[in-house]
């Protein structure tokens, strides 16, 4: 019935819109492909055994410590993501070395891989469930510090693959030294006897084991701070930390809650980051090899290592904004490790706008070179936010004493609290 009512519309408007279309040169858009064609989704992928959450955590735990793994031998996950150090690095390094010879530096501070399991895929466009939900929030998500990687099995993929750090030449060539691994035979045993017959599974079968791993919340996310045990009502914090949290979340001072947020949100403890990108203008650091060429530019969102925003002039500068917690374990800060003091990191905040010549370097004619770091024409895209810019009377926006303050609550973020007189990790997780 319903045909023969719409037969006259087809006739005398689609028929002809369609031959005047083809008419024209138009290609009309390809029928879909194939099912048989179309590539299987990554969690699809049909292995000859499903092994569940325990046995991959702990099949994902040996290969984090694989060196095998590795064109050198002698580079594993935790070489870089220490578990000690909040999975990040255990020196002071701005940059961690790696390559076929173990000698090639790489160009980034490597960031720690706790407290990701919430991040949502890479968008350009990102709008909040919570609050005013039109806002365009911009850049946000993904993983590393330009968000490249939307998920924990492609951030894993990363490092197997890059240059300078793990350093094998193609998947192939990985799955090559996993087959050589002594965690082979328990792969075998997880996904099936015939799982390097295919050597895309095995692939699959890696990046998917680490990728569970880092989603376990005892390793990755265990939320047992002093600060958890403050919220929970556990804990009391010192005078100097409650002052340090007053102006943390204070947005005429610290402000740094606007893009660290430090409240509970529907349930749910902070993360200490909004997820988002931010460009901060952090002085250049000369220990980074690459950056002995004047030319040269980590430039973040639009490349060099992402590639996808390139051209994206309004994303030049801009950096992941890192969660806090565990921040007081870092040997280096912000993406390039211009600082190896928590305090002085801090401090960077306060003196960039009021006393930059206390931050940069200066030129041949004796002026300050600020922002040195970025190009001129992307000097705009640096945040002016607060505590951004220097008080009415000429100060800066924060105090010695509230640098001290800030510092001291922030190391209340550091996981494996233990209650005074207590034998065990904070309780009621």
């Known amino acids: 019935m319903l045909l023969r009512h719409l037969r006259p519309f087809i006739l005398r408007t689609v028929l002809p819109l369609l031959a005047a279309t083809t008419a024209a040169g138009a290609t009309l858009p390809p029928p879909p492909a194939p099912a048989a064609s179309r590539p299987t989704p990554f969690y699809a992928t049909p292995f000859e055994r499903k092994p569940d959450v325990r046995t991959l955590t702990a099949l994902g735990r040996a290969l984090f410590f694989d060196r095998t793994l590795s064109a050198s031998g002698s580079l594993s996950c935790a070489s870089c993501h220490d578990p000690a150090h ?70 894993a993929a990363a490092p197997l693959l890059s240059p300078f750090e793990m350093a094998n030449a193609d998947t192939a060539s990985a799955v090559a030294k996993l087959r050589g691994s002594p965690n082979a035979s328990a792969l075998r045993e997880a996904f099936g006897p015939h799982l390097f017959d295919n050597p895309q599974h095995a692939w699959n079968a890696l990046v998917l084991a680490l990728e569970v791993f880092q989603q376990s919340p005892a390793d990755f996310y265990p939320y047992d ?95 992941r904004t890192p969660s806090l917690r565990n921040v ?22 306060a003196r960039r706008d009021a006393s930059p010549q206390r931050v940069y370097p200066r030129d041949a004619a004796g002026k300050t070179r600020k922002f040195d770091d970025l190009p001129p024409r ?52």
């Open 86 to 155: 909040a999975f990040g690095p255990a020196n002071h390094l701005p940059v961690q070395f790696g390559g076929p010879d173990g000698k090639r530096p790489g160009v980034r501070a490597v960031p720690s891989l706790k407290y990701h399991q919430t991040m949502p895929p890479f968008s350009e466009h990102f709008f909040d469930n919570d609050g005013n939900d039109s806002e365009d929030q911009g850049p946000t998500g993904g993983l590393a510090w330009d968000g490249r990687a939307d998920s924990a099995h492609e951030q």
């Open 225 to 319: 701070s002093k600060y958890d045990a403050f919220l929970r009502g556990q804990a009391q914090l010192s005078a100097a930390e409650t002052r340090g949290l007053a102006v943390f979340n204070d947005a005429n001072r610290g402000n740094c809650a606007h893009c660290h947020p430090s409240a509970v949100k529907r349930g749910s403890f902070p993360q200490f980051t909004d997820q988002g990108f931010i460009a901060l203008g952090v002085p250049r650091n000369p220990a980074i090899p690459a950056n002995a060429s004047p030319t040269y530019f980590d430039l973040g969102l639009c490349g060099p290592l992402r590639t996808d925003l390139q051209g994206h002039d309004a994303y030049c500068g801009l950096f």
């Open 328 to 349: 007081a374990l870092r040997g280096v800060f912000f993406h390039n490790g211009a600082y190896t003091r928590l305090e002085d990191a801090v401090r960077f905040y």
């Open 378 to 429: 992307f000097a705009a895209n640096v945040n002016v936010e607060a505590p951004f810019g220097p008080r009415a009377d000429g100060r800066p926006a924060l105090s010695q004493a509230e640098v001290a303050d800030i510092v001291a609550f922030l190391k209340t973020l550091t996981d494996g609290y233990l209650p005074p007189g207590g034998a065990n990790k904070v309780a009621g997780r």
